[in-house]
């Protein structure tokens, strides 16, 4: 079985950094593009990139380029987002979620983790 | 690139058929054939029940149909169920090779 399981909720202050991450299990990791989706409280879901681990190929939404940063360990088939420098704003739900692609490069999203509740006070 | 336009909300009475359409642009549902519909119940991680337009993944009820014409996509719900009530996303794949979503919608069962 497929399975994404994210780290904890975090709990920071705004001008801190942080990282979670996403453990894979059930599937070739290298093989199929991993990603993130924000959901703020009571919002709706917003694609933020992602990362193909065979060559580290990334891709951002125009509403996060320079915001986060994507990355992907292949020795531990974990998935990470980074913030340098969280902002209030940054309150939110974040989803991990694989990505499968089509022969012609299409993509979307077949699996989901179970999230990671990140709070930053101001 | 500006997030797909869903309705806020959708209601119906048990038993009927509702319908919640997602529109977009030629750059993303227009020119793919890659529209995914989610299912989010209230505190629930979002779960895949039409991908690729229209096929249902294993498991998910015949009662979701998916469908596109030009820019836009559509979910119906048939013989709605207290159940179906939660918030349903469009996503499409897109011209820049990334992903978009739309807004949501609240399906309310009356």
């Known amino acids: 079985d497929v399975q994404l399981e994210q780290s904890a909720a975090e709990v920071r202050k705004s001008g801190e950094s942080l990282q979670i991450s996403c453990v894979v299990s059930g599937y070739y990791f290298s093989q199929y593009w991993i990603g993130w989706v924000r959901q703020r409280p009571g919002k709706g879901l917003e694609w933020m990139g992602i990362i193909y681990p065979a060559d580290s190929d990334i891709r951002y939404s125009p509403s996060f380029q320079g915001q986060v940063t994507i990355s992907a360990d292949k020795s531990t088939n974990t998935a990470y987002l980074h913030w340098s420098s969280l902002k209030a704003s940054d309150t939110a739900m974040y989803y991990c979620?694989?990505?499968?692609?089509?022969?012609?490069?299409?993509?979307?999203?077949?699996?989901w983790g179970q999230g990671t509740l990140v709070t930053v006070s101001s | 690139q500006s997030a797909l336009t869903q309705p806020a909300s959708v209601s119906g009475s048990p038993g009927q058929s509702i319908t919640i359409s997602c529109t977009g642009t030629s750059s993303d549902v227009g020119g793919y054939d890659y529209v995914s519909w989610y299912q989010q119940h209230p505190g629930k991680v979002p779960k895949v029940i039409i991908f690729e337009v229209n096929i249902r993944p294993s498991g998910v009820s015949d009662r979701f149909s998916g469908s596109k014409s030009g820019n836009t996509a559509s979910l119906t719900i048939s013989g709605l169920q207290t159940e179906d009530e939660a918030d349903y996303y469009c996503s499409s794949f897109t011209s820049s090779k990334i992903l978009i979503f739309g807004g949501g919608t609240k399906v309310t069962v009356l």
């Open positions: 979620a694989r990505h499968k692609k089509s022969w012609f490069g299409e993509l979307s999203i077949d699996s």
